[in-house]
């Protein structure tokens, strides 16, 4: 249990899950801000940028080039993919320990990876230290990691939801279904045409069906859960929601139980996952700005198909929130500190 407050670091200040970092931080109790890097607003009060935060954060951003992450306890990168990767080596050797909100470490398999991501990894030999951070599956490797990665926001909504099944042995695992849509915040800040109010807004639409590079990842969590090969099916959508992920998901049963006891049981010591009771449709806005996950279970018309509806925040459960958990869990706080947060209605 560590009493001091530890030094904390965030590169990619700038963007939607760097500010998320910075509005749960702010208030952590164990947290001392040190770094919030940007490479064009270096120099920047963080405040002038997010008025939010005027009266939480002193901070200005600085150059990630000259910022001195090695004297931190923990540097999270809220960083596009390929770039956490360039500097784990050396971070890790300095004593730091990392949390990477990207995919350069999601992925066991480094061919895997070069393939959806299209870019040679700089340091496979890491790999295999990587702990995947999903608490609820993997709490114990999260306590003693030095390099987390921290799990992608559609793959956090699937694996949730499917968890409880695939582990009891009750769906058939090459046969599964994620249909998946997630509001226009998870794109990120960049500017780009297809997130344009006017493109997005009043606008639905999937994409990826062909290949969406969350598959692989959400397919070796899958697997670990079954302990054998999966054949999943996953197709993401674009809403016009600011916040927020909601996945229907289906399998196929192949033996009978009691879906809304197994659901109860499994997350009963979970703090930030929710069975709801059984016949809720669980809501986006009903986990916006928390850390919840959300989950109902159905089977319609008593039939052998199942049903999982689970919603969270893309930017608090799917990110930013999701990391500080892990942060708790590898520093020994309190699993829930910083992350008491009621959802904001409407
Ligand atoms: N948005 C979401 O819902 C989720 C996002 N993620 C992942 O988290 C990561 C961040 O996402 P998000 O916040 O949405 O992205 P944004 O595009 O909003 O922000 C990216 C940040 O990275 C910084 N950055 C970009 N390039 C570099 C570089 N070469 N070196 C250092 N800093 C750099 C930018 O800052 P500046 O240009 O000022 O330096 C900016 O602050 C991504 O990998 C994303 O896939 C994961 C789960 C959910
Ligand atoms: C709506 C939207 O565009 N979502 C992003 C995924 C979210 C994300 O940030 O990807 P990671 O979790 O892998 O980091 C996408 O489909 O590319």
Request: net charge negative.
């Amino acid at each position: 249990m560590q009493t001091s407050k530890i030094k904390v670091g965030i590169v990619g200040g700038t963007g939607y899950t760097g500010v998320e970092l910075l509005r749960i931080l702010a208030i952590h109790p164990s947290v001392e801000l040190s770094v919030i890097t940007s490479r064009g607003e270096a120099g920047l009060p963080v405040a002038d940028m997010f008025p939010s935060l005027r009266g939480y954060i002193d901070l200005s951003f600085s150059d990630p080039a000259k910022s001195d992450l090695a004297s931190c306890d923990l540097v999270f990168f809220a960083t596009p993919n390929g770039i956490a990767m360039q500097q784990t080596r050396e971070l890790l050797t300095a004593g730091v320990r990392i949390i990477d909100l990207a995919a350069d470490f999601r992925i066991q398999d480094v061919a895997t990876w070069e393939k959806w991501y299209g870019m040679t990894h700089a340091c496979p030999e890491l790999l295999s230290q990587a702990v995947y951070g999903l608490p609820e599956m993997n709490r114990e490797q999260i306590k003693g990691a030095q390099l987390v990665a921290n799990p992608g926001c559609y793959p956090t909504a699937v694996q949730l939801g499917f968890m409880p099944l695939l582990e009891a042995g009750l769906i058939d695992p090459q046969y599964l279904i994620a249909d998946a849509k997630s509001g226009v915040s998870g794109a990120g800040r960049k500017a780009e045409t297809h997130i344009l109010f006017a493109e997005a807004g009043d606008n639905f639409k999937a994409y990826g069906v062909a290949g969406h590079r969350h598959l692989p990842e959400i397919s070796q969590g899958l697997t670990n859960m079954a302990g054998k090969s999966v054949g999943l099916t996953f197709v993401p959508h674009l809403t016009p929601l600011i916040r927020g992920i909601h996945a229907t998901l289906y399998g196929r049963l192949n033996k009978e139980a009691d879906l809304q006891g197994l659901f109860e049981q499994r997350y009963a010591n979970e703090r930030f996952v929710d069975v709801l009771p059984k016949g809720a449709h669980p809501e986006t806005r009903s986990v916006r700005g928390s850390n919840q996950c959300r989950i109902a279970v159905h089977r319609p018309q008593g039939g052998d198909t199942v049903v999982v509806l689970s919603v969270i925040d893309n930017l608090v459960k799917g990110a930013a929130g999701q990391a500080v958990q892990n942060m708790n869990i590898m520093f020994g706080f309190a699993e829930n500190t910083g992350l008491e947060i009621v959802p904001l209605l409407p």
